[in-house]
């Protein structure tokens, strides 16, 4: 079977569990300034480069997915949210953004491939929004300026997404989507490699909302976002970061009515506290995700912000054994999208 149809398969039988982050997981592994930059020569303070640590210190990216594997975890998203060309340059290490990917999709590819039980598990290529953003202008002055083209952005994702092929990355997961457009240029990227390459790279994106009435940062409501990006055909859509479980319950269930393919969701730890840290303990995270599962509303659950490989096994243990969520047969109708959704009934 291919990729997408072994995760079909795995999908049909249960609730699928992803990993967590990795920033918190690397920053508990105390890594000095030298310790980032290892021998790459780069020059520039590398503290805080998460990404680069695929590259100087890969036994520690692979014990924490380790931890999330032995937590449970079906699907292991590589450490690559900010290895891109645009992100990287404020590390001056632009240069080693395809070493980066190449590294991080193989620590993952080894890992998941090491099991050998038998157990489905899928390695996601991360993809993140970058740092810029195509729908909004930096300049509060000049509302039509743009730091970066469409074009530019879609060459960006090109040169990652293809790296994380190339590692071994089964699918391509566009993550904590803020602006849409940039969201476009990531499936533009991926549906020029799958021609390149001639083979179909399964696609999964998950938004990010900037408030609680439901919308991106470009505007989109969470329906408006699934009807401009649907066309792509993703294996999994969903939403991921902005806030905890309880906060994300109600867009989870619209996009649970509507969206006719798997839906993955992955909360962050609660909501952070005054010092930015996440307080919610794994025991309650898991009660909440578990209502999604009970309500027949979820297909694969993980973590963002603050969860730890204890979140990730108490949510795997919460929702074992509870139906995945069935597709919605969704009515032929017309449905277009500005930031509002628009339908036009066959």
Not at 124 to 149: H, I, W, Y
Request: overall charge negative.
């Amino acid at each position: 079977m291919s990729k997408r149809e072994e995760f079909e398969a795995a999908a049909a039988n249960a609730i699928l569990i992803k990993d967590g982050p990795y920033g918190t997981e690397i920053q508990r592994a105390k890594l000095a300034a030298e310790d980032y930059a290892g021998d790459t020569g780069l020059t520039h303070d590398q503290k805080g480069n998460n990404d680069l640590v695929n590259l100087t210190q890969p036994q520690v990216i692979r014990a924490i997915c380790d931890s999330y594997i032995d937590a449970g975890a079906h699907i292991l998203a590589t450490n690559t949210f900010n290895a891109n060309r645009i992100s990287q340059a404020d590390y001056c290490a632009e240069g080693l953004v395809h070493d980066i990917n190449v590294s991080a999709a193989r620590i993952i590819r080894e890992a998941v491939d090491a099991r050998g039980d038998g157990v489905a598990r899928f390695v996601a290529g991360a993809v993140g929004p970058t740092n810029k953003t195509l729908s909004l202008s930096p300049d509060v002055e000049d509302p039509g300026f743009r730091e970066v083209t469409f074009d530019e952005i879609v060459d960006v994702y090109v040169e990652q997404c293809r790296a994380l092929l190339e590692g071994g990355a089964d699918f391509i997961l566009v993550e904590t989507v803020f602006d849409t457009l940039n969201c476009k240029a990531a499936i533009m990227a991926v549906k020029q490699l799958e021609r390149e390459l001639g083979r179909d790279i399964p696609l999964m994106i998950s938004l990010t909302l900037t408030d609680l009435s439901g919308r991106n940062l470009s505007g989109h409501t969470v329906e408006a976002f699934w009807y401009t990006v649907r066309h792509a055909k993703p294996l999994t859509i969903g939403l991921n970061c902005s806030f905890g479980a309880e906060q994300l319950r109600p867009h989870v269930q619209i996009l649970s009515s509507i969206a006719d393919t798997y839906l993955m969701a992955y909360p962050n730890a609660g909501l952070p506290n005054d010092l930015g840290e996440y307080d919610e303990v794994p025991e309650t995270t898991a009660a909440l995700t578990r209502v999604w599962a009970e309500n027949g509303r979820i297909n694969a659950l993980g973590g963002c912000c603050g969860s730890t490989p204890a979140h990730i096994a108490a949510m795997a243990k919460a929702v074992k054994g509870l139906p995945p969520r069935q597709l919605p047969e969704i009515s032929p109708d017309m449905r277009l999208a500005g930031l509002e959704p628009f339908t036009i009934a066959a």
